[in-house]
């Protein structure tokens, strides 16, 4: 299942900083992650302080 990152986002950077397929990008005033590259891996949804990043 696809992971989205929520208005809940603070841009800190961790989840792009952690992702193994590099697929978390910086977008206007969140960041992205880009479906094609992800893995679903679930990283990012363990590291965000503020658990912005949820399953869709």
Do not use: F, L, R, W
């Not at 206007?28 to 399953?55: F, K, L, R, S």
């Amino acid at each position: 299942m696809p992971y989205k990152i929520t208005d809940d986002c603070v841009s800190c950077g961790t989840c792009t900083e952690e992702c193994p397929s590099q697929a978390i990008e910086e977008d206007d005033d969140i960041y992205v992650i880009n479906q094609d590259e992800c893995t679903e891996c679930g990283t990012c949804v363990d590291v965000c302080p503020t658990e912005a990043i949820i399953q869709e």
